[in-house]
């Protein structure tokens, strides 16, 4: 069974950092793309982060300078360092991952940047 479980948000005051996690129990993990996207209240769901199985690495514009997303194999977990938040990054936060083309999201980790 595919599961991906998100955690690390919560609220945090602007120019402040957190660190998502997100574990995933699937099979070959090191060859899996694992992106992270974000939802804000009213808007669409929007991509965020990339990392590949190489570690090749690509971000939205929006978060370029900011945020950093890595993978560690050994544990089958993908992190998303967020740097810098602005109110404009509150959102709910999913990590996905494609398997057979068929796409698996996580639960989603609330993530609200406020003073």
């Known amino acids: 069974q595919v599961q991906l479980v998100e955690s690390g948000g919560g609220l945090v005051q602007p120019g402040g950092s957190l660190r998502l996690s997100c574990v995933a129990s699937?099979?070959?993990?090191?060859?899996?793309?694992l992106r992270w996207y974000r939802q804000a209240p009213g808007r669409q769901r929007e991509l965020v982060a990339t990392?590949?199985?190489?570690?090749?690495?690509n971000y939205a514009d929006s978060v370029k300078g900011r945020f950093t997303i890595s993978r560690d194999d050994a544990k089958n977990t993908v992190y998303l360092q967020m740097n810098s938040l602005k109110p404009e990054d509150t959102a709910v936060y999913y990590c996905?991952?494609?398997?057979?083309?068929?796409?698996?999201w996580g639960q989603g980790t609330q993530v609200t940047v406020s003073s």
């Open positions: 996905r991952t494609s398997i057979a083309y068929q796409p698996y």
């Open positions: 699937i099979s070959n993990f090191g060859f899996r793309t």
């Open positions: 990392i590949t199985s190489d570690g090749s690495t």
